[in-house]
């Protein structure tokens, strides 16, 4: 009996060839039909149901069969990331040398906790890249993880370790006060997360205030973090965004800098979508202090069009993330001097062992690009945002509700009358049912915004028309069928 013929997985080099190329061809039908199809199609709730109903067959399927039902049933009720106009979420469309890699590299299934694996070698060399991009000093690494949640949360667990030190041991016990963490209020809810995740409580978290342009109020911070000081807090970090969710505009990192060592607070960069604007010149003052980041939380599935799942956490110093996860069983302690053993165990410096070959579609991708590829890649985007807030600003029936420093717009339509926030966000599911872009949705200042994100090599200054054409359309078409 061959091994086919017993259920198991293995396939001849030829017909493994020939499954690659079936499904080669899934996907080719669908990258073809991306650019200009629906940016959203909801799956029908009869197949919704039929799939949770599924049980577990007793017989396995042919591969063929499985990758046609693939076809049919799932892939056309996508999510449209790679529609020109794919602006909702802040996830680019994949480059497709990261495509390929991510299938050899899948193909491998190189665990990268450790060992003298040259995907730890990539691994390494990938995240100094990162960290010479953002602006970060020699010396400074870190690692890869599935996004920006992750990335936040284990440089946060760094920072635990680094200012309340014995807390991985002792617990919260060690503490000698409320330890306290700052954020802004347009800071990411994985910060949120994080800060529960890590012990510390939601109270644990001072959201502080933003300026007009929708910034940490550098001012209310110092005041904040002093006066829990003095009420017997014991501040320990201050997170800064560089390239908030809502509106794209980074915080003044140099002077909330100056307010993390003044009391000898770690400093923290959410960076997950525009801390690579640093490698920008024009934006250089923007980012000046991010240098002086303790960590930053970086995603390179975000706006370097890396494919999913690609987070990395970068720190100064490295050694802050093994006091706090290093860790290895008895079977994998290996002789300093033994042929398996590498320069760096990659799963001491967060908290997973198992660890996927996430950096070899990193790599490829940013091999494919190279550094001035991507200059010109993220002022395209910035171009484009910009322009649908240009014509948003001279559209009698939009307003701009919020300036970017990046890649973001914050537009919404003025009806005759009524709650302008319910029209909206009315009009925002219409946007959705429509399928011509998508957008999400956000309250700034109390008014609710139609959001976009471009972080989209497909977009061009005409999808800005498009965007204002298909919101004025469809608004005044709401307006017109409004009792």
């Known amino acids: 009996m061959t091994a086919s013929q017993r259920g198991v997985p293995d396939l001849d080099p030829r017909d493994f060839r020939d499954l690659l190329r079936y499904a080669a061809d899934v996907a080719m039908r669908h990258w073809e039909r991306l650019p200009d199809g629906a940016a959203y199609v909801r799956p029908p709730d009869a197949l919704v149901a039929a799939v949770r109903a599924q049980p577990l067959p007793a017989r396995g399927m042919s591969s063929r069969e499985i990758l046609d039902r693939i076809e049919r049933d799932f892939v056309p009720y996508r999510l449209g990331v790679g529609q020109r106009r794919w602006w909702g979420f802040i996830n680019s469309p994949p480059h497709p040398v990261g495509i390929a890699a991510d299938l050899i590299a899948t193909t491998l299934k190189n665990n990268c906790a450790g060992t003298s694996q040259i995907a730890v070698t990539v691994e390494l060399t990938v995240m100094d890249w990162l960290a010479r991009l953002v602006g970060l000093p020699a010396g400074s690494n870190g690692l890869l993880v599935s996004g920006g949640s992750m990335a936040n949360l284990v440089a946060l667990a760094a920072c635990r370790e680094a200012k309340l030190p014995g807390t991985r041991r002792r617990g919260l016990r060690s503490a000698t006060g409320q330890p306290t963490v700052y954020a802004s209020t347009e800071a990411h809810s994985c910060i949120v997360r994080a800060v529960e995740l890590l012990g510390l409580g939601t109270e644990a978290l001072r959201l502080v205030p933003v300026d007009g342009e929708y910034r940490m109020d550098v001012r209310a911070l110092r005041e904040t973090v002093a006066a829990d000081r003095a009420a017997g807090l014991e501040p320990i970090c201050i997170v800064a965004s560089a390239g908030t969710v809502n509106t794209g505009v980074v915080d003044p990192l140099n002077a909330a800098a100056d307010v ?114 991507y200059r010109e890649l993220w002022r395209s985007d910035i171009a484009v945002a910009r322009e649908v807030a240009r014509r948003a600003r001279e559209h009698p029936k939009l307003e701009v509700v919020a300036a970017t420093d990046l890649s973001c717009f914050c537009v919404r339509y003025m009806p005759r009358g009524g709650d302008v ?24 200042g109390g008014k609710f915004a139609l959001r976009g994100c471009v972080t989209n090599y497909r977009s061009g200054l005409e999808d800005a028309q498009i965007c204002i054409d298909t919101i004025v359309e469809l608004g005044e078409r709401l307006e017109r069928e409004s009792p």
């Open 260 to 373: 993390a060592r003044e009391y000898g607070c770690w400093f923290h960069v959410d960076g997950a979508y525009g801390a690579v604007g640093a490698a920008l010149p024009e934006l250089a003052g923007l980012y000046r202090g991010i240098e002086r980041a303790d960590s930053v939380a970086l995603d390179p599935h975000k706006w370097l069009y890396v494919p999913y799942e690609a987070g990395a956490t970068l720190v100064r110093d490295p050694a802050t993330l093994r006091a706090m996860f290093a860790h290895r069983a008895e079977y994998l302690a290996l002789e300093q001097d033994s042929y398996l053993e590498g320069p760096v165990w990659i799963s001491d410096l967060g908290p997973q062992l198992t660890r996927e070959f996430r950096a070899l579609k990193v790599w490829a991708v940013m091999q494919a690009v190279g550094l001035e590829g």
């Open 421 to 444: 926030n319910a029209f909206n966000r009315t009009l925002l599911d219409h946007t959705h049912r429509d399928g011509r872009m998508f957008i999400s949705g956000t309250t700034l």
